[in-house]
T-cell receptor, first 110, second 116 residues
Framework: DAKTTQPPSMDCAEGRAANLPCNHSTISGNEYVYWYRQIHSQGPQYIIHGLKNNETNEMASLIITEDRKSSTLILPHATLRDTAVYYCIAPTGTASKLTFGTGTRLQVTL | ETGVTQSPTHLIKTRGQQVTLRCSSQSGHNTVSWYQQALGQGPQFIFQYYREEENGRGNFPPRFSGLQFPNYSSELNVNALELDDSALYLC???????????????FGEGSRLTVL
């Protein structure tokens, strides 16, 4: 898997957009970028994935730079329930054998 | 709710014992993966099963073994337990062919193992 680098923690005020960055400068041309999150004491939850185009779903938006060396996960209106550890992953070969790092701990506050 | 269920949710064992953890995958999913998550760390890939065959293994010793059954449910077995095996064990299922490059994993809530 391509190495990914994320800040260890971030804060966000409720109702504001949360922008979580991820660096994956060694990503190869066919490696997707996946985002998962893990709320305390629960299993990881899939959020979104993309290859080179920006993606949006009901949970979040994923912005991938043109050179694919970094990406940003955007939660447009963060709520307290979005407090979790967010993992950025760029798996090699298959999306079912994932290498999780330590992720970014997002704290959403009132 | 992902439809992936794991049992037991919590258990305590002593060093040297053996443990079996169980996972029922989401309906229609034929690929099951197991992960170990130590406290404060991200999940680490143990192995994956596709249609009852092991299909990929992470950096875990042979005392970690598994099975997948015809209904695609799965077991993780750990022999000769060590203190460092204390962790949350997560099962994840996915649809379609093993080795698929895209698609999400559906995780269960995990089994928390404590080894004393």
């Amino acid at each position: 898997d391509a190495k990914t680098t994320q800040p260890p923690s971030m804060d966000c005020a409720e109702g504001r957009a949360a922008n979580l960055p991820c660096n994956h400068s060694t990503i190869s041309g066919n490696e997707y970028v996946y985002w998962y999150r893990q709320i305390h004491s629960q299993g990881p939850q899939y959020i979104i994935h993309g290859l080179k185009n920006n993606e949006t779903n009901e949970m979040a938006s994923l912005i991938i730079t043109e050179d694919r060396k970094s990406s940003t996960l955007i939660l447009p209106h963060a709520t307290l329930r979005d407090t979790a550890v967010y993992y950025c992953i760029a798996p090699t070969g298959t999306a079912s054998k994932l290498t999780f790092g330590t992720g970014t701990r997002l704290q959403v506050t009132l | 709710e992902t439809g992936v269920t794991q049992s037991p949710t919590h258990l305590i064992k002593t060093r040297g014992q053996q443990v079996t953890l169980r996972c029922s995958s989401q309906s229609g999913h034929n690929t099951v993966s197991w992960y170990q998550q130590a406290l404060g760390q991200g999940p680490q890939f143990i192995f994956q099963y596709y249609r009852e065959e092991e299909n990929g293994r992470g950096n875990f010793p042979p005392r970690f073994s598994g099975l997948q059954f015809p209904n695609y449910s799965s077991e993780l077995n750990v022999n000769a337990l060590e203190l460092d095996d204390s962790a949350l064990y997560l099962c994840a299922s996915s649809p379609g062919r093993s080795g698929s490059h895209t698609g999400e994993l559906f995780f269960g809530e995990g089994s928390r193992l404590t080894v004393l």
